[in-house]
């Protein structure tokens, strides 16, 4: 990898898309580095790359921005969804236009729908975990074991969700 963060910009016909490769270990400890500052550090880390995540997409003509970190920001899996991504990082997806958030971290398979954002959890290539109840954004949860395939045309994005086998389990169009 060419940095803890960074963006990729894909040529799609005449319009780009672009993916903003995130580190969330930072981010998802960010209220713990108030209490445990000498451990893991005092948020420096993550503050810069917030500011330079803010930075890149409002500068950003891609007709495509997509986010992809480790960690979910919505989750139904074992782990859930993380309150500091939720705090600092969904409101930048809204407001830039980002159209979806991918993340592994929780062994499971999900499609969420929120704020105008689509968030694909796709962690379940070697293990599963039980999943918790559904949430209100959930358009497909799978508690086995199975991944994710997409193909982005000039027109949107199609999302397949495969068992084991590779069956196809669901799909949508993210337009």
Not at 146 to 157: D, E, M, N
């Amino acid at each position: 990898m060419p940095s803890r963060y960074w963006r990729h910009d894909v040529a799609l016909g005449a319009e780009t898309a672009s993916f903003f490769m995130l580190d969330t270990f930072p981010l998802t400890h960010m209220a713990a580095m108030r209490s445990h500052a000498p451990l893991i550090g005092d948020g420096a880390e993550a503050r810069e790359q917030l500011r330079w995540l803010e930075n890149e997409l409002r500068n950003s003509r891609a007709r495509w921005k997509f986010a992809v970190g480790h960690h979910p920001v919505l989750s139904s899996g074992s782990h859930g969804g993380s309150p500091e991504l939720v705090e600092h990082l969904k409101p930048l997806l809204e407001r830039y236009g980002v159209r979806a958030y991918f993340n592994g971290h929780d062994h499971n398979l999900e499609h969420l729908r929120d704020g105008g954002v689509d968030y694909v959890c796709s962690g379940a290539g070697s293990e599963f975990r039980p999943m918790r109840a559904a949430l209100s954004q959930t358009n497909f949860a799978y508690g086995g074991i199975g991944f994710a395939s997409c193909r982005l045309s000039q027109t949107g994005l199609m999302l397949r969700f495969h068992d084991q086998t590779g069956a196809e389990l669901y799909s949508a169009e993210i337009t």
